[in-house]
């Protein structure tokens, strides 16, 4: 009976003979379960969530065995956590509480990710994963279903990913940290190591002379600390002074700076050998710590919050006396690329940059990704207007190179062609490759 509304996940219960479904409204800040019969096709109204921001639609959702219970995630505190509930929708307790989050073992996303990774209900366990030691890493844990007794089960820091057999007494993990290659192990459920079935290949790692990065953080002005990471050519001398490239996400809960193997460790090796520093640094809603900082976008995606942050890391750069401070460019993909066109219009901080399929403005972006953080223009066209780059297209400072996939179905390619049109009739020079029949991800075969 609401208007425009979407229904995010459908599961089975596990006597087959129900399923439970949710629901969002279109402005997202209202989740609701139902549980429908599916012979009858009745349902009936389990659980409601809102959010002052909006509702992050999770994974995390267990109907036990026993037919009475289930499992269910919620960042109604700020933080994501885990409470044990009964079938009509009443709340037993919390099973994990504090200042941190659970978050998935391959989680990279705010959109997607199953934190649990094992129900035990003959002991009356759940096995999850979360950012309770340090949102750079991954670790597995242990607790009773009445939140008692939890125990971290990983070691060393790093990335815990962990896969576990069907009656929780085994587990296979992939672990990795910044300076090392993934290795694969069998574990038993108390973390007592069976035996090793991969060594990570590290010796590739020398036999090129890869350089990992560093982590650390950037202090903004206000005295957030921003994770951040940095690499250096091998011989690095820091009486000399080296160009900058920074690499930038930025998106709700979308951290890059984690202490795992970074899939652009091989890339950034190429600019490293060509002098170059490679920096990446999460802005404080990108960093996943919690759903406060993540709404902090709110009506504000990619704006001046975000921006705010990104300036604080190039002023942290340009202080680095083995930089040149003349020589700082930028680049990213999809939300990254909003931010490199964000920083080369409203800054003068940057030499050049590339921005592969950014949005440009939210009108010709999916509803459901525009309309979380944003709403309706209908409802909230003020600002939409400040956030659209188009309008500061005119005022780009840099060497901008802008590349898309014109079979895009994610960011479409009307969002290139409407900032390039902008560009044209400022008079800008840019660079630009279009890569036909191509869509997000560029690298796929021809539509």
Not at 262 to 288: E, H
Request: hydrophobic share 35%; proline share 5%.
């Amino acid at each position: 009976g609401i208007p425009d509304e979407y229904v995010v996940n459908v599961d089975w219960l596990p006597d087959s003979s129900r399923i439970s479904f949710r629901t969002l409204n279109r402005a997202q800040n209202e989740l609701d379960l139902y549980i429908a019969d599916r012979f009858t096709g009745r349902s009936s109204p389990i659980l409601h969530e809102t959010d002052e921001g909006w509702v992050n639609p999770s994974e995390d959702l267990y109907f036990l065995k026993d037919g009475k219970r289930f499992i269910w995630a919620s960042e109604r505190s700020g933080y994501k956590h885990l409470y044990l509930y009964t079938l009509d929708g009443k709340l037993v307790n919390p099973i994990t509480k504090g200042n941190w989050a659970v978050r998935g073992p391959f989680q990279v996303a705010y959109w997607f990710g199953k934190s649990v990774v094992s129900i035990d209900e003959k002991n009356n366990l759940v096995y999850f994963t979360s950012i309770e030691k340090s949102s750079l890493e991954r670790h597995l844990y242990r607790i009773a279903f009445d939140g008692k007794d939890m125990k971290r089960l990983t070691w060393p820091d790093g990335f815990h990913s962990p896969v576990f057999s069907p009656d929780s007494r085994f587990y296979l993990e992939v672990y990795s940290n910044i300076s090392s290659l993934p290795s694969l192990a069998l574990y038993k459920n108390d973390g007592s190591l069976i035996t090793m079935i991969s060594e990570p290949k590290n010796a590739i790692l020398e036999q090129y002379d890869i350089q990992t990065p560093e982590i650390f953080s950037i202090s903004t002005f206000d005295g957030f600390k921003m994770p951040a990471m940095i690499s250096k050519p091998q011989g690095f001398d820091p009486d000399k002074k080296y160009p900058v490239i920074v690499y930038h996400y930025g998106g709700p809960s979308a951290p890059n700076v984690i202490n795992h193997w970074q899939r652009y460790t091989f890339f950034n090796q190429i600019l490293l050998n060509k002098g170059y520093l490679c920096v990446t640094v999460d802005n404080r809603s990108a960093t996943a710590i919690s759903k406060k900082l993540e709404n902090l976008v709110l009506n504000q995606m990619i704006g001046p919050q975000e921006l705010s942050d990104l300036m604080d890391a190039v002023k942290w750069v340009k202080s680095q006396s083995y930089v040149d401070r003349e020589r700082v460019g930028m680049w990213g993909w999809s939300y990254g690329g909003c931010y490199t066109l964000l920083g080369m219009t409203q800054s003068k901080e940057f030499r050049a940059g590339i921005a592969v399929a950014p949005v440009t403005d939210q009108r010709f972006h999916e509803p459901k990704w525009a309309e979380f953080s944003m709403r309706t223009p209908q409802e909230n066209l003020e600002a939409w207007e400040k956030v659209s780059l188009l309008k500061y297209a005119k005022d780009l400072h840099g060497r901008l190179m802008i590349v898309h996939g014109t079979y895009d179905d994610n960011v479409r390619i009307q969002n290139t062609w409407a900032f390039v049109d902008e560009l044209i009739k400022a008079g800008k020079d840019f660079d630009m490759m279009i890569y036909p029949m191509r869509k997000h991800g560029i690298a796929d075969t021809p539509a």
